[in-house]
């Protein structure tokens, strides 16, 4: 009797889940889901429970789904066909890691003038710091590139200058960016929409600004690195790094791990979806999920489940925050072909109250991914 063969899958956000699902949803593999605590954080509520509007609790959950062995443990090493957790080693025929990208520290974290954080738990413990602020000048400093959900920190800016204007606050919020100009990889369209909404919103935006991230690990914000060494509150989007788990397998010039077709790296049966992976895509929930997919079948395809589909190529698809309840949709296509030889197509809807509860829909549907039975 054939053996079943088990694959491992690192990580809970939206590849490692469309990739366990896709392994679960195939009779005859044993399929295990490794992540701290067994839980998963909804990255896009990070804005909200940034200001106060939300607790981070809203955006977590355990994750609980039929036939995947969960273990709820932090993984501490990666090696052909085997993880570590808590100094044990799993055997497994495939791994598909997907753990994301590591937040550098940023100075004293959630005390004083300097504040660090892009997700849902950072982010409410940075806001009481935020909300205190009720006159001067706030900067939001991207401190590098690559960085996860890239409208988010224009959203971030406009949500605080909308906040201040409605309260009677003399606030000033200025997004400061190393960019020329926002998303350029995705061309001019989307980068001036942006630059319109913070504009509409009262937001400056400084680009092309020399970030420099040895300061910012120390606290420090200089008038070399953003231009705004006097600001009552600077908010930083930390430098995000490889994972640990793949150190092994990237170089000094990019954070990204670099992945064949379908996602399989230089080290046998272990493949690296979502933000880790180096993709044409953008650094969004729908080609994590993509690429999460697309590795499982390629895993299936190795154990001899020839009837495994790769899935279409995504289609983007984000909100962007523009404050007082009020969101955009940007949707991104490639008529011409997948990237790079396609260039996208972007068709943003402009910013109103009435798509608030399409984004609160995308939440409930990432739960229902999550969470079977409720």
Partial sequence: MRAVPTVAVVGTGPAGIAATRQLRDQAGVRVVLVAPEGRSEYLPGTLAVAAGDARAAQYRTRVELAGVEIIPARVEAIEPGALRIGGSWIRAHAVIAAPGLALDPVGGATSGEIVGFWDPTGAEAAAPRMRAV??????????????????????????LARRARRLGQQLQVRLVTPEEHPLAALGRVLGDALLAGCQDAGVEVSLGAKIDPEALARGAITARASDGDGADLTIVIPRHRTSPLLADLVDATSPLVTVDARFGTEMTGVFVVGDAAASPYPRAADPAAWSGTLAATAVLSELGFEHARDPEAPAPDCFVDHGDGAYGRIRITYPDGPPPGGQPAVAIAPATPALAKDFEDAHRRWHALRVEGQ
């Fill in 134 to 159: 009720e006159r001067g000048l706030v900067d939001v400093v991207i401190s590098s590139l690559p960085y996860r959900c890239p409208p988010a920190p224009y959203g971030l800016a406009m949500r």
